[in-house]
């Protein structure tokens, strides 16, 4: 890969790019959020933080260089129920009933993936870290930096996201292989494995609707991990369901590691970072804080004091 300048690229046939282009506007940014200190040395020291180890062009699966992403929010002035009548008809954005707070989610993040390598993920509540990877994922477009993606992606970013409530679970296990690019027989020899593992029964030819959030959890993570991705992301997929199911999913990631497929997990649990990822990637305000060794990383994460730290706006 090279080329590294404000765009998101695939190398290859299936890589893909995700970068700052012309077609979405940028958003001004306003004063900085209060930062810890950890991320504003962080951010003053240029290039990506990895430590120190050379990664040849070759080996390099996810590669994200000053990466930005903001998002607008828009807040209700008014919460009385008079209010709320005197609001009807009128626009969303109306300065008088709204306003509107851009959230700088992302604040110059880079670093590298190795192929076949897991990236564990920490930071607290509205540290940045699923907007980041809806930035890897193409999801979310940059506001400046690049990120390139070399190979087929398969994300998880929030259980069930991308299915359609109206859809038997059957039949959403059909959109998301061809979403992934799998052929209709690829689907039906995968598909009894994904039953069985999800472990919804007879309920896979019920709506979606009709699932309860761990059911629809468990069959969201039997797809995900079904499609044969070079690269897998995952936000807080290994917390869905019971004991048993935790279990079977954490063998399920075993798996794919020992297949050597790269991936990148958002978790909030310390033990599955900890026993999964090669490097740990700790995220503050929008900003990375510390890439290194699992142990050293999340033992510094979980000393810091909590209060204020990590989080946006």
């Not at 070399?150 to 679970?169: C, E, H, M, R, Y």
């Not at 954490?250 to 997990?265: K, N, Q, S």
Request: aromatic residues 4%; negative net charge.
């Amino acid at each position: 890969m090279s080329d590294l300048d404000a765009t998101t690229t695939q190398a290859g046939p299936d890589a893909s790019s995700h970068d700052a282009g012309s077609d979405e506007p940028r958003s001004e940014r306003g004063p900085d959020a209060e930062v810890p200190p950890e991320a504003e040395a962080a951010a003053a020291s240029p290039g990506a933080p990895d430590d120190g180890r050379p990664i040849r062009d070759e080996d390099v699966a996810i590669r994200v260089r000053d990466l930005h992403i903001s998002y607008r929010s828009v807040l209700d002035k008014r919460q009385t129920l008079r209010g709320r009548i005197n609001r009807i008809g009128r626009h969303r954005d109306d300065p008088d009933t709204s306003m509107v707070k851009i959230v700088h989610a992302v604040r110059g993040v880079s670093f590298d993936v190795s192929r076949g390598e897991v990236l564990g993920i920490v930071g607290h509540n509205g540290a940045g870290k699923s907007t980041m990877l809806r930035g890897i994922a193409g999801i979310l477009p940059p506001d400046e930096g690049r990120v390139e993606v070399a190979g087929q992606v398969s994300t998880l970013l929030a259980l069930g996201v991308g299915f359609n409530n109206k859809l038997s679970g059957r039949e959403n296990i059909l959109v998301g292989g061809l979403a992934a690019g799998l052929s209709r027989r690829e689907i039906d020899e995968r598909a009894d494995d994904i039953i069985d593992f999800s472990g919804v029964g007879d309920f896979i030819d019920m709506p979606l609707r009709t699932y309860s959030s761990g059911m629809r959890g468990r069959l969201a993570f039997a797809v995900s991990t079904a499609m044969d991705p070079d690269i897998l992301l995952i936000d807080e997929a290994l917390s869905a369901g019971d004991a048993d199911f935790r279990e079977k999913a954490a063998d399920r990631m075993r798996t794919l590691l020992g297949e050597g497929r790269t991936i990148v997990l958002v978790s909030h649990s310390m033990n599955s970072v900890r026993d999964l990822s090669d490097r740990v990637l700790w995220l503050a305000a929008g900003r990375v804080v510390e890439v290194g060794a699992p142990d050293e990383v999340i033992q510094r994460y979980q000393s810091a004091d909590d209060a204020g730290r990590g989080r946006v706006g």
